[in-house]
Structure formats: C-alpha cells, structure tokens
C-alpha cells in the first residue's frame, strides 16, 4: 500500500549574513536537514521538539508553503506539484493546515459562516444554498451549533474559535490536516475538548494528522508515531509508549525528563547544560554532542544516521545500545 | 506551622471598565508562611496574576482594592507610595512570563541590575559591579563579567528570564513572586530555570508564589496549592492531597484533563462548558454549570471555604460528600 504522505531527504536551507549589513559574512542556515518519513491514512504522526528545531518548517514544505531547497513529498504516490500550480491548488483540497492561534487564523470582520464556506468558493464547489447546508453540517460535525453561523469570532471562546478553524479545513474533506500546535494557546480543561474531538473526527473520518507540538503529553495521547527533532533533524522515531517510556537518544530522555508531572515523586532528572546552538552554527558531528553527558570522541567527529534499533525505533545516536539505563548522567 | 510572612485577608478587585464596575476577585483568604513554597494554579482569568499584582498595588488606576494585604502586621492595601515603595523587590519581589519585555532593551545588562542594586541595597560603583557579577554567578549565568555589558537581545529567553531572577534577588526578598516564569521558554530551559528556583529557595530560606497554570510545574516544585476559578480559591491543600485526594470538582476535572506520560493511555475526560466572564458569573457557585455534581443548592448561594482537614479548605457545599 502506498502512504498517504511520503517525505523524504527533505531539504530547506536559507543564506543568511552574520553580522550587520553590509558586513559579515554570508552562511547557510539548516532550517530542516533531510528529513524523511510516511505518513498513512487514519495515522496520526507526532512532530516533537523545541523552538527553532524545524517541525513547523517542515509542515509548510509538506503543504508546499515554503518551498523546499531539495527533496520529496509525495501524496498518494503523486509528486507534489509545483506550489502556486493548479495542479498544487487542486491537491491542497485534500491537505489543510490548523494553526496554533485560531484569531489569528481567523478574519475578524467575517462571520463564522462566510469563513466556514469560503474554501467552498475557493474551489468552486456546489451552489451557494448547498455550500450553507455543508457548512452547517461541517460546524455540527465540530461541535458548534446553528446559531453561531452568524456570530464573529471575537464573541467566541478560544476553544470555539478553533472548532471553526477545524471546520473551515474539514469542509473540503481532507485527507490529511497539518495541526501546528494546535491545542497550546486553549485552557487546560478546553484542550482535552479539543484533543478529544480531534480522535473523534480521525475515528469518523479517516483523517490523517500530522500533529506538531512541543507538549510530550499530547502528542503520546494522540499519535501512533512520534518523531523527535533537533536542530533540523529527526534525532529519534517510534511507537510512542515505547519512545516516552524508554527513549533511546539523550536528547529525548532529557525532553522527557524535562516534562514536570502531576503525580508525586520527583524523579532524578536529566538537565542538560546550555541552550540549543544557533542552526548557522551547527556543530560538527552529532548537532547534540555539545550539550550531550554521553558524548565520546567519536560524537564530535561523525554524524550518527538514523538507525533502526533491535525493537524497531529508529535514533541517530551512536551509544543508543550502550547508555545506562537510568536518567542520571 | 511557621509563621506567616504575608496574610491577604478578603481581597477583593473591582475594574472599573468606564461602563460598570466588573468583580474580578472575590475575596481572597490566603497566608504565605515564611520559606514556604506555595503553588497558585488556575486558568486564564481566574485572578491568580491579579491578586498578587492588586498585593503590589501595581494594578492600573481602574482598579479598586479591597480588603487587607498585610505584611508583618501593616496594611498594604491603600498604603502610601513610599511604603509600596520599600516593600516592592525588597520585601517582595515579582518576576514576569515574558522576560524579554521586563527588560529594558536600550540598557545593558548591568546597568540594569546596579539600578536596582542602588535602590534597594544603596550600592553604587564598583561595589554595585561587584555585586552584580556575584548575581549573576548565582543565577548560573557563565562568564558573568562579560554578560553585564550585554543588551537583553543579546541573551537568549532562558538566559534573560535567569537576569531577571538575579534582579529579583538584588532586593534580598523575603517573598518571591513568580509568574508563570517558564511559560515562554522550551521543555530543556524550564527544566533548568524551575531547578535554580528550588536551589536559591533552599539556600536563601526565601518564600516562593509559584504562578502556573501547569499542574505538573507547581506540584514538582512547591509544598502546597491554591487552585483558583472565577476570581476565587476553590480548594487550598497540601500538594499530595491535591493530586493524591482532589476534593473540590474543579480541581478534580482538571486532573482528569491532562495526559500522563507514562502508564496505559486513557481517554481525557474535558470539563463541560467554559468559564463563565468575571462580567457574567453564574448565581451561587461559578463552577456550577459545569460542574457534575451540582445540586440546586449550588446555585443558590456561594460556598464558603470550609476546612476538611487540618491545611486542607475546599469552596464546595458537596465537599464532605465528595470525600467518603
């Protein structure tokens, strides 16, 4: 069976100039560093990491938002067309992006019902009577009522607000919804709505999810495969009860381990030294060894590929066999 | 019990919006004792910020003030500026969420830091110099002398928000009010923040008010919460009853909301509705309407907080019920 999306050895660089202008001189930034994997219908991956790692990055080249240095993104075994293309505006029907801050997303002086219909108009479907029907059967779908057709966003919570944008993407009837972030600017008891829905709609519907964000615990609670990155590439990947349980590269324990939690009993916890580098100033070997406590010599010398481990996950680490068991360094 | 450093005793804030005059908090019972860590957790708007900010008296003019704050035994609230005054990061001293935007950004980093050395210490020169780079250094910020002639965008979030914290401690605070200080930082930073926190606690025996809405970030790093909804504490216990023995259903639906990272996977059981605008509360108690248990009592008249156990209050008339 093909995969629904297929990325691989994907690439975005960008020159940049250290220093002000007109001095300095020109570098080459290392947004997203040969990224590769699959994504298949009714999955849902996990894109984890911190600021500036590259997984929004990555969700723009997939959509073709940003176009991409090198590389592939296949749907459905079909190359991604040209961005701006017909063809590109043709396939984006089936690929639809949710963004972490719904007014932001939203326009303000539009009804929720114009905003909901407009991808309709967009892609010249139906007649304007039907186009209402689908929408109101789409916003039913996300859990808001009939009344809210003709109400503005700024009179909605944060939590409704991103049922339309949720919405306004699942009109077109997409295969595939690119969620960057999608949960963290909504209330603790409002992301579990949220969350929930999200399950409920990819039970329905069969919806793929690419699900970006930096909160461990929901990604475990929505994902069947989580990937891991770090300065632009994918450091560790798996079944993510396995990755959060026992992670295999360093960096991923020390995310891990860097999540506070609920229950008592405070664990030995791994706190790494430092900041993650600037991406202009990668270093040399593993991107990591510097803030790494397992880092050996060859670390500094040699880039570990991602590899696939004994139980099926893949990490690019070259102690992955070898590290202690337990989190203290 | 040790003694209490800071009492706040029905404080209440009104905002005055130019239209009507809108309750934000509705009475406030709250002792901080001296060393203790103390959690306030809630979500946006429930008054956590506001409280302390209306302690402060660093509220806008719009705002009225009732009730009492007090501090060894004087009234904070509608005291003179020059009382506040001595009071602000020398008694008490508050950090912000966006360390970026406390900062002034046209001033370098020592300067910044020997300006509140000069007001609350009286120091000046090189001793002022001095004692930065001491402050620094206890903030764990690698080669201090350097850094102090740095501007804050020179510094990443988590370096910035560390000067902050040496700032904060120029005054030798006996209370340290922290809001939300690692909300705008990565996993990795706020691992690393939270853990100097602890250390300068431990080490300088100040109090901590933790401000979060991050259930796991206060229950590691405090003795005790304070859950708020709507502009009041609905439950106040020791850190292991709250997650161990949640009583009120508030406290109850948010543990339910959030995600473990270890364990099987369960599904997330949301809390209905959401909360009410301070404009707009709900008859009786806030939670009410979206509450489970609720009874037509609970919409009659709002529950007082009533002591359970010894250190455990809980704002619910169901309460006792709740518990066997």
Redesign the interface.
């Known amino acids: 069976m093909t995969a629904l999306l297929e990325v691989s050895d994907l690439v975005r660089k960008y020159e940049v100039r250290r220093g002000t202008w007109p001095f300095g001189k020109g570098a080459t930034l290392h947004a997203v560093d040969g990224v590769s994997f699959q994504l298949d219908a009714g999955r849902t991956l996990g894109l984890v990491g911190?600021?500036g790692c590259g997984k929004t990055t990555t969700a723009k080249l997939v959509l073709g938002l940003v176009p991409m240095t090198s590389g592939s993104v296949r749907i459905a075994g079909e190359a991604l067309p040209a961005p701006g293309s017909m063809e590109w505006r043709a396939m984006r029907r089936r690929m639809q992006m949710v963004y972490q801050d719904p007014l932001g997303a939203l326009d303000r002086r539009l009804s929720v019902g114009r905003q909901v219909m407009e991808p309709l108009a967009i892609h010249g479907i139906g007649m304007a009577s039907g186009r209402r029907d689908k929408a109101l059967a789409t916003m039913d779908a996300v859990g808001l009522a009939s009344h809210h057709f003709d109400r503005f966003p700024h009179e909605l919570?944060g939590?409704?607000r991103q049922r339309i944008v949720l919405a306004r993407a699942l009109i077109l009837d997409p295969q595939l919804l690119v969620c960057d972030e999608p949960i963290s600017a909504l209330?603790?008891?409002?992301?579990?709505?949220v969350?929930?829905l999200l399950l409920d709609l990819q039970q329905r519907l069969g919806l793929a999810y690419l699900f970006i964000s930096?909160d461990?615990?929901?990604v475990?609670?929505v994902s069947h495969d989580v990937a891991v990155m770090y300065l632009g590439r994918i450091v560790e990947q798996g079944d993510p009860?396995r990755l959060?349980?026992a992670p295999a590269h360093p960096y991923t324990r020390?995310?891990?381990?860097?999540?506070?939690?609920?229950?008592?009993g405070?664990r030995r916890?791994l706190?790494?030294a430092g900041?993650?580098p600037n991406p202009v100033d990668r270093p040399a070997g593993c991107a990591f060894h510097p803030r790494c406590p397992f880092a050996i010599e060859r670390c500094r010398v040699e880039t570990p590929a991602l590899r696939e481990l004994s139980d099926g996950r893949r990490a690019a680490c070259h102690l992955a066999e070898e590290l202690p068991k337990s989190l203290a360094a | 019990m040790a003694e209490t450093l800071v009492a706040l005793k029905g404080l209440t804030v009104d905002f005055d919006t130019g239209k009507r005059v809108v309750r934000a908090l509705h009475g406030i019972d709250l002792d901080v004792a001296k060393g203790e860590a103390l959690g306030l957790v809630g979500?946006?708007g429930c008054g956590k910020s506001v409280t302390w900010l209306a302690a402060l008296g660093l509220l806008a003019k719009s705002a009225r003030i009732g009730g009492e704050v007090l501090l060894a035994g004087r009234n904070l609230v509608g005291a003179p500026m020059a009382e506040l005054e001595r009071v602000r990061g020398r008694r008490i001293a508050m950090i912000f969420q966006d360390p970026s935007s406390s900062l002034n950004p046209v001033h370098r980093i020592g300067r910044q830091l020997g300006e509140s050395l000069a007001l609350h210490r009286g120091l000046d020169g090189a001793a002022a110099q001095a004692e930065a780079r001491r402050l620094l250094d206890r903030v764990h910020i690698a080669d201090a002398a350097r850094r102090l002639g740095d501007y804050p965008h020179e510094l990443?979030g988590?370096?910035n928000q560390r000067v902050m914290i040496a700032m904060a401690l120029a005054g030798q605070p006996d209370l340290l009010v922290a809001d939300e200080p690692t909300t705008a930082l990565?996993?990795?930073?706020?691992?690393?923040i939270?853990?100097l926190l602890g250390e300068l606690r431990r080490d300088s025996g100040m109090a901590l008010v933790l401000i979060s809405?991050?259930?796991?970030?206060v229950?590691?790093?405090t003795d005790r919460v304070c859950v708020m909804y709507a502009g009041r504490i609905v439950e106040d216990a020791p850190?292991?009853t709250i997650?161990?023995a949640p009583t009120h259903p508030y406290t109850q639906?948010?543990?339910?909301?959030?995600?473990?990272?270890?364990g099987p996977?369960r599904?997330?059981?949301?809390?209905a509705g959401?909360?009410p605008e301070p404009a707009n509360l709900p008859p009786g108690c806030s939670f009410a309407p979206r509450c489970e248990r609720a009874i037509a009592d609970c919409g009659r008249s709002t529950p007082v907080a009533a002591e359970l156990a010894h250190g455990h209050r809980v704002a619910c008339i169901r309460a006792s019920e709740a518990r066997a």
């Open positions: 911190e600021s919570s939590g409704q209330d603790v008891s409002i992301q579990a709505q969350v929930n930096h461990l615990r929901m475990r609670q009860g959060f349980a020390a995310l891990v381990s860097a999540i506070p939690v609920a229950k008592r405070r916890r706190v790494l900041e993650p | 979500e946006s990443s988590g370096m990565d996993a990795t930073i706020q691992a690393q939270l853990e809405h991050d259930l796991g970030v229950a590691e790093n850190i292991d997650f161990g639906g948010l543990l339910a909301a959030l995600p473990e990272l270890d996977r599904p997330l059981v949301p809390i959401m909360v």
